[in-house]
């Protein structure tokens, strides 16, 4: 049965209000944003998380809402504080990241905000080592889509360092613990201890030495890939069963001490002067 003319027309007039009320909503949606935006950039924070929420509320294809909303989250998020509003923060951070990769898979910014937010709380106390695995695994996402940037390889190898560096300080303690002559943070280890720290530590320690290396492949003077990269042959000296192999660790890492002080020099040397 079709409809009548006066149907139709009316239907017409229904149809072009809503419209015109999905148009209004978009436009107010993105006022919200740019009001938002203006907040985050001044650091007010909570008022940022209201207008991007009513941003997404009034436009919810607008993915740089929830983008932004959740940064604004994560910002607020402070490391290692136990308190049960803090872990919501974060939490809600990964969240309203996860609801962007709902709608866009290969979004990289929100890749990388699951991944830094992940390392933030895997930190602890307590520590929690598969919040960090996990953090990694974000951060090879980012690799498969794009990867020719230097970012992701950097932060693999900083968690990578985390773990190490974690595990070589638990093994000290608990050797020291039975031990008739304690050994310090700076001291050698045992080749007992050494052994157990290579078996337990050793792929960690060389995931993260090739992906630092591959991110000062990818940046020549990527100066905190090199300061990672530093404090990682270090832990490698830890692993090793001979002095001589030792050293040359410790070399190697007190020459990425004096390349990260020369590269820092020269970008105060080239850094434009303020007026």
């Not at 700076?186 to 201890?193: E, R, V």
Request: aromatic share 8%; net charge neutral; with cysteine.
């Amino acid at each position: 049965m079709q409809p009548k003319p006066h149907t139709r027309f009316l239907l017409v007039i229904v149809f072009a209000a809503l419209a015109t009320g999905a148009a209004c909503d978009k436009l107010r949606a993105r006022d919200k944003l740019n009001k938002g935006v203006q907040a985050f950039k001044a650091g007010q924070y909570d008022a940022a998380v209201e207008d991007f929420k009513e941003s997404k509320d009034l436009d919810p294809s607008l993915l740089n809402a929830r983008l932004y909303l959740a940064t604004a989250y994560a910002n607020q998020y402070i490391p290692g504080a136990p308190s049960d509003e803090n872990i919501r923060l974060g939490n809600q951070a990964i969240e309203e990241f996860q609801k962007v990769l709902d709608k866009d898979p290969n979004n990289l910014s929100a890749i990388d905000g699951i991944g830094s937010i992940l390392y933030n709380m895997a930190g602890g106390p307590p520590f929690d080592p598969k919040k960090m695995e996990l953090s990694k695994e974000y951060h090879r996402k980012h690799i498969q889509i794009k990867s020719e940037d230097p970012e992701p390889y950097y932060w693999i190898g900083v968690i990578d360092w985390s773990e190490a560096f974690r595990g070589n300080k638990d093994l000290r303690e608990e050797y020291n613990k039975t031990a008739k002559k304690t050994i310090k943070d700076t001291d050698s280890m045992p080749p007992a201890l050494a052994a157990q720290f290579l078996q337990k530590y050793g792929h960690v320690i060389e995931e993260g030495v090739q992906s630092l290396q591959k991110a000062m492949q990818l940046r020549p003077d990527y100066d905190d890939a090199m300061a990672y990269l530093n404090l990682l042959y270090r832990q490698k000296a830890d692993t090793e069963a001979t002095p001589g192999a030792r050293d040359a660790d410790t070399k190697m890492a007190d020459d990425l001490v004096d390349k990260v002080k020369a590269i820092k020099q020269k970008k105060m040397e080239n850094a434009q002067p303020t007026s």
